[in-house]
């Protein structure tokens, strides 16, 4: 067995490849946090150009 495909046999490996596991879950974890956070913060925004969007069309009369 040659490159990635050896065993972890010394304890220094077997920190290293634990630590690469967290550090990829803890990235995965983030990049599905700043998604959530991305699309909650277009909601938001829709919501409010809507709200501006409705309250323009509700005033007659007025000429934009």
């Known amino acids: 067995m040659t490159g990635l495909a050896q065993l972890a046999v010394t304890p220094r490996d077997r920190f290293l490849e634990m630590?690469?596991?967290?550090?990829a879950a803890f990235?995965?974890?983030?990049?599905?946090?700043?998604k959530k956070e991305r699309e909650e913060r277009a909601a938001e925004l829709r919501s409010r150009?809507?709200?501006?969007?409705?309250?323009?069309?509700?005033?007659?009369?007025?000429?934009?």
């Not at 630590?19 to 550090?23: D, I, S």
């Not at 150009?49 to 934009?64: E, N, Q, T, Y």
């Open 19 to 23: 630590a690469k596991k967290e550090l």
């Open 27 to 34: 990235e995965r974890r983030e990049r599905e946090f700043s």
């Open 49 to 64: 150009s809507d709200k501006s969007a409705r309250s323009l069309i509700s005033r007659p009369g007025r000429v934009c």
